[in-house]
């Protein structure tokens, strides 16, 4: 990606509050044919970011983790979005047989441990790196494409 063209920001997260308003803004830039790489440690929060992008999209009830079915579907009232959880997958061609192409051509996709998907995830991308601080404090790094710098643009979290 072209560093003129990617968006880079940081933002705390203090809480389960500030990890929602997150997933409000990502939820309202996210459009079918994006990709959303949620990167972080075991119990960084990707899960929960993943589940507050999907609540703000309009999805209710049940969001299971996708860690043991690797991808779970959601029709949301705008946008099909895919949820994969890649930390089971043993070689990164498994994701073209999760039907991956096909995600991105019908909606959006949200991936958990993007790093173990070999290079196979589009460039561009957008890659949410979660950090903790301490038990409470969180850290969010977003890089990407450039027009996600529209969306952000005035977000301080809460």
Do not use: C
């Amino acid at each position: 990606m072209n560093p003129e063209s990617t968006f880079t920001a940081r933002f705390a997260l203090p809480g389960l509050a500030a990890t929602a308003a997150l997933g409000t803004r990502l939820a309202a830039g996210l459009q079918a044919g994006d990709l959303v790489a949620l990167a972080g440690d075991l119990g960084a929060g990707k899960t929960t970011l993943a589940r507050a992008i999907l609540t703000e999209l309009g999805i209710t009830g049940p969001m299971p983790s996708p860690t043991f079915t690797l991808v779970q579907t959601y029709e949301a009232p705008r946008l099909v979005v895919r949820h994969y959880d890649l930390y089971r997958l043993e070689d990164p061609r498994e994701l073209l047989e999760l039907g991956l192409d096909e995600a991105l051509e019908e909606g959006a996709v949200l991936v958990e441990w993007p790093e173990r998907a070999g290079g196979l995830l589009p460039d561009d991308a957008l890659t949410v790196s979660l950090t903790m601080s301490d038990a409470q404090l969180r850290q969010a790094e977003l890089t990407g494409p450039a027009r996600w710098a529209s969306v952000f643009r005035g977000f301080a979290s809460v």
